[in-house]
C-alpha cells in the first residue's frame, strides 16, 4: 500500500545544469498533478495529467520545464538550463478520479537547489 | 486570474485557545479543500466542501463553506500541540485548475 514516491528527495544542481524529478503516483491513480512550493509560500500549481495526456500545462514558469508521463503511471517534471529562482520543492499528487475536484495524496517532495 | 486569499500568515495560540483561518475567491468556487501539512512534511488532505453553505465537523474541526461558494473557514476548538501545522484551503475551479491559499502557519504553546 505505498503512497505517491518521488525521487530523488534532495537534488542541488549548479545554474545551468538540467535536473530530472521522478514521481511515481499511487497505483491506478488516474490524475497526476506537480506543484512548486516555494519556502513558506502554498503550492503552486504546476501541470496536470490525465492518464497519460497533459490536459493542462499552464503553470509552467517557462519553456525550460518540461513534463510527461508517457504510459499513464511514473511522471518526470524536467527542468533545462536551471535557474536559482527554481530552488524549491516540486510536489507531486495523485488522485483516483479524473478530475482534480478529489483528494488529492501528495507525495513527499524533492527539494532543489540551484547554487 | 483566479487566486485564493487566506488570512492570516501566522497564529500563535496557547493551548486550549481556539483557532480559524479564512480563505476568499475572487470567483465561485466548484468545491474547496483544506490540507494540512507538518513542518517538513507535504500537505495531507483533510477535507473536502462542494455544497452552498456547506458545514463539516471533524472532532475539535469545523469546515464552513459560504452561500456563495467564495469564501470558507477552519475553526479549531481547544487547540492541542499536534495541532501545529500550515492549513492550506485549495480552491477548485471549473477547469481543473486547483489554486492553493498562502497557508496559516500555526503554533501552540504548552
Redesign the interface.
Known amino acids: 500500500g505505498a503512497g505517491v514516491s518521488q525521487s530523488p528527495r534532495y537534488k542541488v544542481a549548479k545554474r545551468g545544469q538540467d535536473v530530472a524529478l521522478r514521481c511515481d503516483p499511487i497505483s491506478g491513480h488516474v490524475s497526476l ?1 506537480w ?1 512548486q512550493q516555494a519556502l ?6 504546476l501541470t ?1 495529467f490525465q492518464n497519460e495526456a497533459q ?2 500545462k ?1 503553470g509552467l514558469p517557462s519553456d525550460r520545464f518540461f513534463a510527461e508521463r508517457p504510459e499513464g503511471s511514473v511522471s518526470t517534471l524536467k527542468i533545462q538550463r536551471t535557474q536559482q529562482e527554481d530552488s524549491a520543492v516540486y ?1 507531486c ?1 495523485s488522485s483516483l478520479p479524473g ?11 524533492t527539494r532543489l537547489t540551484v547554487t | 486570474g483566479q487566486q485564493v486569499m487566506q488570512i492570516p500568515q501566522y497564529q500563535h495560540v496557547q493551548e486550549g485557545e481556539d483557532f480559524t483561518t479564512y480563505c476568499n475567491s475572487s470567483t465561485t468556487l466548484s468545491n474547496i479543500q483544506w490540507y494540512k501539512q507538518r513542518p517538513g512534511g507535504h500537505p495531507v488532505f483533510l477535507i473536502q466542501l462542494v455544497k452552498s453553505g456547506e458545514v463539516k465537523k471533524q472532532k475539535r474541526l469545523t469546515f464552513q463553506f459560504g452561500e456563495a461558494k467564495k469564501n470558507s473557514s477552519l475553526h479549531i476548538t481547544a487547540t492541542q500541540t499536534t495541532d501545529v501545522g500550515t492549513y492550506f484551503c485549495a480552491g477548485n475551479y471549473n477547469n481543473n485548475d486547483m489554486r492553493f491559499g498562502a497557508g496559516t502557519r500555526l503554533t501552540v504553546k504548552p
Not at chain 1, 40 to 45: D, T, V
Open positions: 498533478f506543484y513558506g509560500q502554498g503550492p503552486e500549481f496536470y490536459l493542462d499552464s510536489l499528487a478530475t482534480s475536484a478529489s483528494e488529492q495524496y501528495f507525495g513527499p517532495g
